[in-house]
């Protein structure tokens, strides 16, 4: 069997892939797959610790976190299909109109 830490050592790589593209990236598109990839490291981190403590718990919070994260790309692509065709942009650094 794998050991636990290999799991954690690469949901914590691809969480801290996902964070450095949010901070770094202005295209809406791909910030919203850096989030997608953040949450799935979280999942990864869900469906290890279920099964290494063999409590199904884990697994059913990421499904249901699966869920939500599907929800959330089809608002989010909503949103910048909307902005795309409103402003000709999608880039979050010439976007003002979500600001407060």
């Not at 989030?35 to 799935?40: D, F, Q, R, S």
């Not at 290890?48 to 499904?63: K, M």
């Amino acid at each position: 069997m794998i050991p636990q830490e290999y799991f954690m050592v690469v949901a914590a790589f691809l969480f801290a892939i996902g964070a450095f593209g949010v901070l770094t990236r202005k295209n809406a598109i791909v910030v919203l797959m850096c989030i997608e990839l953040m949450l799935n490291a979280a999942n990864i981190n869900f469906v290890t610790l279920a099964v290494y403590n063999q409590d199904i718990s884990g697994q059913v919070f990421a499904l249901f976190s699966i869920a939500i994260a599907a929800a959330e790309a089809a608002i989010g692509l909503a949103i910048f299909l909307n902005l795309q065709k409103t402003h000709d942009t999608i880039d979050l650094t010439e976007i003002r109109a979500l600001r407060w």
